[in-house]
């Protein structure tokens, strides 16, 4: 069964501080990797794209990395703000017969943001 | 800037009623998908629709249609609501997939349902 799971599960951090997210995945075959933040009440907002090719994405703060031996992927958030707090949801695609794309979407990571 | 509206934030309905939720989107999409999100259980797949007129299952599709009879615009149907259906629904759209594309997928602001 094709799984993405996430850790931690919520996190809380100081402004300023950096943090790391993580997230393992079992989708075969893959296709793509994709970092989602969804701030309260919002729908999810895209950060990152990455295909099983690529090792490292930087989006502003953001960097993603991927390791598609491991299969594992996380997101770094470097001097962390207020407005960073929010659910990160890593999102896993793979390929199925006849060329779509499935997605499985792991539970996110509820990331606090405090003074 | 690609938009994905849904037209209801917020519903209130009574069990056994018919729910619609509406999404449009003004990026001429080939994709639609509507999704629900549940605390831990991450979003999961309703329907999606690659064209006019054609949709699909997703995961969860039991108690729930759909309609798309223009490119932009993809409706959620709750035929008899249940209290199980209570929940955020999201819309979402994206332009064609192909095998190894990593379109992004855009998504709407969310449409939070209560059934009582």
């Known amino acids: 069964k094709n799984q993405v799971e996430q850790s931690p599960q919520s996190l809380i951090i100081l402004e300023g501080k950096n943090c790391t997210l993580q997230?393992?995945?079992?989708?075969?075959?893959?296709?793509?990797l994709r970092w989602y933040k969804q701030d309260t009440g919002r729908g999810p907002v895209s950060l990152t794209i990455m295909t099983f090719s690529e090792n490292t994405k930087s989006n502003g703060r953001y960097t993603a990395t991927l390791d598609a031996d491991t299969k594992q992927s996380s997101l770094h958030i470097t001097a962390s703000q207020l407005s960073d707090s929010a659910s990160y949801i890593c999102v896993v695609s793979g390929t199925f017969t006849g060329g779509g794309n499935k997605l499985t979407f792991g539970t996110g990571t509820q990331l606090k943001v405090e003074l | 800037d690609v938009k994905v509206t849904q037209s209801s934030r917020y519903l209130v309905k009574r069990t056994g009623e018919k729910v619609f939720l509406e999404c449009v989107q003004d990026m001429d999409h080939e994709n639609m998908f509507w999704y629900r999100q549940d605390p831990g259980l991450g979003l999961r797949l309703i329907y999606f629709?690659?064209?006019?007129?054609?949709?699909e299952k997703g995961d969860i599709p039991e108690g729930y249609s759909v309609s798309r009879e223009k490119k932009e615009r993809f409706s959620l149907i709750l035929e008899s609501a249940s209290t199980n259906q209570t929940s955020m629904y999201l819309c979402a759209s994206s332009q064609e997939s192909g095998a190894s594309l990593g379109n992004t997928i855009y998504f709407g602001e969310g449409s939070w349902l209560t059934v009582v």
């Open positions: 629709s690659y064209d006019v007129k054609m949709k």
């Open positions: 997230c393992n995945y079992t989708v075969s075959p893959f296709s793509n």
